[in-house]
């Protein structure tokens, strides 16, 4: 799926900021949006802790490759029109009036469908990040997309701790 340079270059900019969120007092789990050998993806865990905090960051400059979300969907057919209006986006400007949506138990948890709102983050600034607990039970598979680049995806395992 991914060449061993855009790995590395990938555990670079992971311990780049790792370090940068251990001077916060922070620490867990990240998932970055990250541009690697010229290709916007996200890079992160494969598994999360149910329970534990993570931290999205956007380390990507918005005036190049603009705006995204971290948005939690199903496999399959994407609920654009519902994403966009949970984030309260003006069609005529592009403004986003809402940038946090998390439904469902506080936290990362509930994916968008055509029924429902699920939890999603819009970012618009280089650096910027957010933490919410995964409140997703063990056992259970979180995907995610951008919804402004929908070839960025990825997913993660909730396990329980060790
Ligand atoms: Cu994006």
């Known amino acids: 799926m991914l060449s061993v340079g855009i790995i590395g270059a990938a ?3 992971l311990t780049g900021s790792a370090a940068a969120e251990q001077e916060r007092g ?3 789990p990240q998932i970055q949006m990250a541009e690697v050998n010229g290709k916007l993806d996200f890079a992160g865990p494969s598994s999360v802790v149910s329970g534990q905090n993570l931290t999205i960051v956007n380390n990507t400059d918005p005036q190049e490759v603009g705006p ?6 199903k496999k399959g057919k994407k609920p654009y029109g519902r994403i966009i209006r949970a984030h309260k986006v ?3 400007s592009g403004d986003v009036g809402r940038r946090s949506v998390d439904s469902g138990k506080k936290g990362w948890n509930r ?5 429902h709102r699920g ?4 970012v618009d600034e ?3 990040s957010q933490t919410r607990v995964v409140s ?3 056992g259970r598979t979180i995907r995610y997309f951008c919804a402004i680049h929908p070839f960025m995806k990825g997913k993660f395992n909730v396990v329980g701790p060790k």
């Open 68 to 73: 995204h979300t971290f948005t939690l969907v």
């Open 90 to 92: 003006d069609r005529q």
């Open 126 to 128: 280089q650096g910027d």
């Open 26 to 28: 922070g620490g867990g």
């Open 11 to 13: 555990a670079l900019a």
């Open 136 to 138: 997703a039970a063990e």
């Open 111 to 115: 994916a968008f469908t055509f029924k």
């Open 119 to 122: 939890d999603s983050w819009f």
